[in-house]
């Protein structure tokens, strides 16, 4: 039987400035940890504002969120190194999220995009952000500048992938100090991503998936979303990260910062956890 051909092709320069990313993150101490987190609440009530107001809130920015408020209760998890040993901790969250956007030539691309200060910002605010720079004009194209730069050598491509290591305040400027990247946003049902970061803390979000879980003594189906938290192991050590996922866990399940279930439910729905509120006053009040 003949061997068919093959045809060899340029490598794009944003691969290669990927790959180049992944060399030296893969370099570092990175400890993974994959858990399912219950969403349901969470997406029942954006379904509920989506129904109220016709506008879809994000929900990266609700895990930016989130993020930001877990790393209020642990913020040494919002720190690096320098090249002297020294912990730089930072204050502000500042959160690099991939973006979906549409290319040039039509097709569907992640672009990182930087939200500041997240921990000083509304859900609606990081929001407005997100959906700003999805819908943005500005051009996914490389400048000349950034081409000229990815045609040095390797060796020299990849220094600006060790500002973590060396200079914390500078990466901070350039690429935030947490992460977000998504899988899930690419397809269809669950499943967990594991990947190489430069950051200390970064979140992979993969799928979602309805599965049975016992709640409340029953068994119901709930929507399960698959989430990798990786760490630094260099700057974060387990027990710290162990309590900074239960944190993170509980905020994303409780639905942090999204509109109470009221809040732009239809009248039918509002009425009736009225109902049941009053009735459990009630309760309460003839006991005493």
């Known amino acids: ?21 992944m060399q030296v993150a893969g370099g570092r101490s990175n400890v993974h940890g994959l858990v399912e987190v219950d969403v349901t ?19 990266t920015a609700f895990l930016a969120c ?26 502000d969250v500042d959160v690099n999220v991939l973006v979906e956007t549409t290319g040039g030539g039509g097709e569907q691309l992640g ?5 500041r200060a997240v921990n000083d910002r509304s859900l609606r605010a990081v929001h407005d952000e997100i959906r700003g720079a999805q ?23 990849r220094l600006v992938w060790r500002l973590p290591r060396w200079f914390p305040r500078r990466w901070k400027l350039l690429a935030g100090t947490v ?4 899988v899930g946003m690419f397809g269809e049902g669950g499943g967990w991503a594991v990947s190489p970061t430069n950051y200390t803390v970064q979140l992979t979000v993969g799928g979602i998936a309805e599965k049975p879980r016992v709640v409340d003594g029953g068994l119901s189906t709930r929507e399960l979303l698959s989430l990798t938290v990786t760490f630094d192991h260099d700057v974060v050590d387990g027990a710290q990260a162990a309590r900074f996922v239960d944190r993170l866990v509980a ?29 459990l006053v009630d309760r309460v009040t003839g006991r005493w």
């Not at 609440?41 to 929900?59: N, P, V």
């Open 66 to 91: 989130c993020l930001a408020r877990a790393i209020e209760y642990h913020p040494r998890v919002n720190a690096y190194r320098d090249w002297r040993g020294r912990l730089h901790v930072f204050e």
């Open 41 to 59: 609440e969470a997406r029942r009530r954006i379904r509920q504002f989506e129904t109220a107001t016709g506008e879809e809130l994000s929900f």
């Open 251 to 279: 905020l994303i399940e409780d639905g942090y910062g999204l509109p109470a279930a009221t809040q732009g439910a239809t009248p039918e729905v509002e009425s009736s956890l009225r109902s049941r509120l009053s009735s």
């Open 179 to 182: 992460a977000i990247t998504s």
């Open 1 to 21: 039987m003949d061997e068919r051909g093959e045809h060899v092709e340029r490598l794009a320069p944003a691969h290669r400035a990927t790959a180049d990313y």
């Open 135 to 157: 819908y943005s004009q500005k051009s996914t194209a490389l400048s000349w500048g950034e081409r000229a730069a990815l045609r040095l050598p390797g060796v020299v491509r």
């Open 111 to 115: 672009v990182p995009h930087v939200v």
